[in-house]
């Protein structure tokens, strides 16, 4: 325990103030800021602020909350309001002309509006509103978000995608760069219109590039009122200020690792992590910056929404001093509530928690450490309230001073998904309630069977570089490997323009072809073709399908496969046995998967829901998707560097007259290539042509 500990000690060895006095009190007076200069005129008495979850609106009541306009508000009894954010996207820094004399130990500093600390260490950002993470958005179902978007980034479009919202009355604001929309381009602004709907735990973040790991991500938390919440029994507590994201961070842009380094700091690994956006690197040397700290009361019951906002491939453990985790919903979806010690978290994931504050009054560690380097660690603190002030200091904890204990999603530990072993899959937690058409999602004979076998395709310098094609084919270097990433050996490639907001035909030469012996095998060297192109499996709305996710490739990766629009049913996760063949073993699962389908009603009634399925090395998933939702929806691994070279693909549900169109004025966009023709320009008499 962190046993009469003071925050300013261990940063700056001052004398100590009351840890009460680290931490802003929620304020029930606030008033809003109507009329920002940011904001649209017309709809500045909606505006919301930037710090919903500083802590400062902790304790409002719904009336004084819709009394000032405020949408993060107590739902039951509430009436539907809008709840306007106005964004604006720009190139910042950490530490910067904000921050004053944070770093050299001005606390007051770090406080200031502006200043991002982070990790102490200056590097540029990409930021929203001045803010890492971004503004949280908090609201309850069926209130109206608006997010005005103006991107003043120098040299970068964007888009925001809304991840976990399944978008089924606007489609087109599910924001995926030419999928559902344009992209947002320098200069101008995007307004993202759409309900609040489902409730549960989700978060935004740039879907362009590698926008969200430079800090172009935030919560979003949608609720329903407390007397409908099945599991609100479970919790005393549900604030605003208790939503934290974990992330991964570089001490430089992005870009800059990206399609890698040959020579040095060739890694694509965090140099940091952050704990809603802050942390101290223990260190001697490290930068004095603050800590963020969580507040308690003693003998409270809190519900926590964990959130994996990080980007790498390395998974996440989050644990919390002396206080096991009663997990209770998981990507927005309750779960029949399990106590765990620790979380595995992966990029994408989100996880509700309850902690029953029964210690006494103290702080105590929150720690997120990475599983591939273990030295690479983020704390926080939770701390209770207490009038005693506290004068000495515990010993900070390194990457071994919790134990891991039992363990959620924790597949590096339990890939065969085993009974009886401390890491705990998805697939043996049972949601809260069955599926609502149960009948239909666990259906004995699924309308479609799907594979979707993710990959790497390893190139070999001459034909990458030397060989006369002149394709500028894209690769991504995993120091020493070449590679690109796929799925069912297709790797992906934007349309160049969103399909589902303009019905050109793709041209067909961009298309992936539909014979898999077009696109065989995953390396040049044993003459492998690789297929770049859009990848789009077309299903009928209402179908049923039985998806397995499977990884063929050869690397030690673990993949978060990320789909929008709709939720996948768990079955079944595990290992594909060694020695096998591929096809020989999917065709034995899938005979076992028929033979058990006439039960599966009876024997998986309630499988946990998710958006995100994490798959190990050579292994698998088994889910049920009932696509439900027309549209064109994304499936992509949410490791960062994957999704962007090839590891994604696109479900069409329904045909184009069951979509949704988009509003009037819709953006459009598209390559431009006229026609050349030789004669042109050739009756142009020029001003400096001799006459």
């Known amino acids: ?97 904000a921050c004053g004399d944070c770093l050299k130990g001005n606390q007051s500093h770090c406080r200031r509006k502006g200043c991002v600390t982070a990790d102490g260490f200056e590097r540029p950002i990409l930021s929203i509103n001045r803010q890492i993470p971004g503004p949280s958005i908090q609201v309850c179902k069926g209130d109206t978000i608006v997010v005005d978007v103006k991107n003043h980034m120098l040299d970068r479009a964007t888009t925001i995608h809304w991840h976990g919202v399944y978008m089924k009355a606007t489609p087109y604001m599910d924001g995926v760069p030419m999928v559902t929309q344009c992209p947002i381009p320098s200069g101008t602004t995007f307004r993202y219109k759409f309900p609040a709907t489902p409730e549960g735990t989700f978060f935004h973040h740039s879907h362009h590039g590698l926008q969200k790991m430079d800090g172009l991500e935030g919560s979003l938390v949608i609720r329903s009122p407390r007397a409908k919440d099945p599991i609100s029994s479970n919790y005393d507590y549900d604030l605003y200020s208790h939503v934290i994201i974990l992330t991964d961070w570089m001490h430089s842009m992005t870009d800059s690792k990206f399609p890698g380094r040959s020579h040095n700091d060739t890694r694509a690994k965090p140099d940091a992590l952050l704990i809603n956006g802050q942390n101290q690197v223990p260190s001697d040397n490290s930068p004095r910056v603050p800590m963020h700290f969580f507040k308690v009361q003693k003998d409270k019951k809190y519900r926590f929404r964990i959130i994996g906002g990080s980007c790498l491939a390395c998974p996440l453990i989050f644990t919390i001093e002396n206080h096991p985790l009663l997990v209770i919903a998981s990507d927005g979806t309750p779960v029949e509530p399990f106590t765990v010690d620790t979380l595995t978290m992966f990029p994408g994931d989100r996880v509700d928690v309850v902690i029953n504050c ?83 999602v666990l259906k004995p004979v699924p309308d479609k069977k799907f594979v979707l076998a993710v990959s790497e395709f390893f190139y070999t310098l001459d034909a990458l570089f030397w060989k006369d094609n002149d394709q500028y084919q894209r690769f991504f270097q995993a120091s020493p490997a070449i590679v690109t990433h796929m799925i069912n050996n297709r790797s992906f490639m934007m349309p160049p323009f969103p399909p589902l907001t303009q019905s050109d035909p793709i041209p067909p030469n961009m298309v992936c072809p539909t014979d898999d012996s077009k696109c065989t095998d995953g390396s040049n060297v044993k003459g492998g073709k690789l297929c770049e192109c859009v990848n789009i499996i077309q299903v009928d709305l209402g179908a049923v399908a039985e998806v397995i996710f499977i990884d063929w490739g050869s690397s030690s990766f673990l993949h978060p496969m990320h789909l929008h629009g709709t939720d996948t049913y768990i079955i079944e996760q595990g290992l594909k046995p060694k020695g096998v063949d591929n096809k020989a073993f999917i065709q034995q699962l899938q005979d076992k998967l028929a033979k058990n389908g006439a039960n599966l009603a009876t024997t998986k009634p309630k499988p946990c829901v998710k958006d995100v399925v994490t798959i190990p090395p050579s292994g698998y998933a088994v889910v049920r998707i009932h696509f439900n939702n027309p549209g064109f929806w994304m499936c992509h691994c949410h490791y960062i560097f994957h999704s962007d070279t090839g590891m994604s693909m696109i479900f069409q549900v329904g045909t184009r007259d069951q979509f949704i169109k988009p509003p009037p004025g819709f953006p459009v966009c598209n390559s431009f290539m006229p026609k050349v023709d030789p004669d042109e320009f050739k009756s142009i008499k020029w001003d400096d042509e001799p006459t």
């Open 1 to 97: 325990m962190l046993r009469n500990f003071c925050l300013l000690i261990l940063i700056y060895s001052k004398p100590c103030l009351s840890a009460i006095d680290i931490l802003p009190v929620a304020d029930t007076s606030v008033q809003l800021q109507v009329g920002r200069e940011d904001a649209d005129p017309q709809l500045s008495k909606y505006i919301q602020p930037n710090d919903i979850a500083s802590g400062r609106y902790d304790n409002i009541s719904t009336a004084d909350a819709e009394k000032i306009g405020l949408c993060a508000r107590p739902c039951d009894g509430a009436k539907p309001m809008v709840c306007y954010y106005s964004w604006t996207l720009e190139n910042y820094a950490t530490v910067g002309p």
């Open 358 to 440: 029964n210690q006494e009054p103290n702080l105590f560690w929150i720690q997120a450490k990475t599983i591939c380097d273990t030295q690479i660690t983020a704390e926080a603190v939770l701390q209770y309230s207490s009038g005693q002030k506290l004068k000495y200091v515990s010993k900070r904890p390194n990457s071994s001073a919790f134990k891991r204990g039992k363990s959620l999603n924790a597949m590096d530990i339990n890939p065969e998904c085993k009974s009886g072993v401390d890491g705990v899959c998805w697939s043996q937690i049972n949601a809260l309630k069955a599926p609502l058409e149960p009948n239909v």
